[in-house]
């Protein structure tokens, strides 16, 4: 079924029988639609897009999570990433989330990243739990030494979110492909030249 919330469709599709019915109320009537009445299409319309907008569904604040850890990363700023993540955190790599902020921090220190572009490839949320799985071309920044060994990478990524209270917070994230071969969070943790084997 289609959730008014997240896509304005179904309220669009009722605004325009809405107006196919004033119109042909207008036809048929001697003294033809009353004013108002054109205006209630209108106003479904109008809701349709208030409520996509105004209303952020958990399928959207998850995504929303996974776009600003994108976005910190690209920045290179590991502590724009630290509100969205859990306390309780830990990967196959990093035993705690202060353990992934100190990684992030210490990759990140010196330009690496011109930009980053995610692509979510599927999601399935189901309070309070939600899986994510995503890619992020990487374009690297020609003052970084990646660049001289790799333009670009495309990252393949599955992460676990868990909500708490309103808020959703990263709980795990793993490397699934790098280049569409198969990797996992050793592969990044050597040098400029180990990372590209």
Same mark, same amino acid.
Not at 1 to 19: C, D, I, K, R, Y
């Given at each position: 079924m289609t959730n008014v919330f997240?896509?304005?469709w179904f309220l669009l599709g009722v605004s325009a029988v809405a107006l196919l019915v004033v119109f042909i109320i207008n036809s048929v009537s001697a003294k033809g639609a009353k004013w108002w009445l054109w205006l209630l299409p *209108?106003?479904?319309a109008a809701s349709a897009f208030a409520v #996509?907008?105004?209303?952020a569904t #958990?399928?959207?604040?998850?995504k929303t999570v996974i776009a600003r850890i994108v976005r910190a990363v690209q920045n290179e700023n590991a502590d724009a990433m630290e509100p969205f993540i859990s306390q309780d955190y830990h990967d196959s790599y990093h035993p705690s989330k202060e353990a992934l902020l100190d990684n992030c921090r210490d990759r990140l220190s010196e330009?690496? *990243?011109?930009?980053n572009v995610l692509s979510i490839l599927s999601t399935d949320v189901k309070?309070?739990?939600?899986?994510v799985v995503f890619t992020v071309r990487v374009v690297f920044d020609p003052k970084g030494y990646v660049y001289e060994f790799r333009?670009?990478?495309?990252?393949?990524l599955q992460a676990q979110l868990r909500k708490?209270?309103?808020n959703w917070f990263l709980s795990r994230i793993e490397i699934v492909t790098i280049d569409l071969q198969p990797a996992d969070w050793q592969h990044i943790q050597g040098a400029a030249s180990e990372v590209l084997d």
């Amino acid at each position: 079924m289609t959730n008014v919330f997240e896509q304005p469709w179904f309220l669009l599709g009722v605004s325009a029988v809405a107006l196919l019915v004033v119109f042909i109320i207008n036809s048929v009537s001697a003294k033809g639609a009353k004013w108002w009445l054109w205006l209630l299409p *209108i106003l479904i319309a109008a809701s349709a897009f208030a409520v #996509d907008y105004f209303v952020a569904t #958990d399928n959207e604040k998850v995504k929303t999570v996974i776009a600003r850890i994108v976005r910190a990363v690209q920045n290179e700023n590991a502590d724009a990433m630290e509100p969205f993540i859990s306390q309780d955190y830990h990967d196959s790599y990093h035993p705690s989330k202060e353990a992934l902020l100190d990684n992030c921090r210490d990759r990140l220190s010196e330009p690496l *990243i011109e930009k980053n572009v995610l692509s979510i490839l599927s999601t399935d949320v189901k309070p309070p739990n939600a899986s994510v799985v995503f890619t992020v071309r990487v374009v690297f920044d020609p003052k970084g030494y990646v660049y001289e060994f790799r333009k670009m990478m495309i990252f393949k990524l599955q992460a676990q979110l868990r909500k708490q209270g309103e808020n959703w917070f990263l709980s795990r994230i793993e490397i699934v492909t790098i280049d569409l071969q198969p990797a996992d969070w050793q592969h990044i943790q050597g040098a400029a030249s180990e990372v590209l084997d």
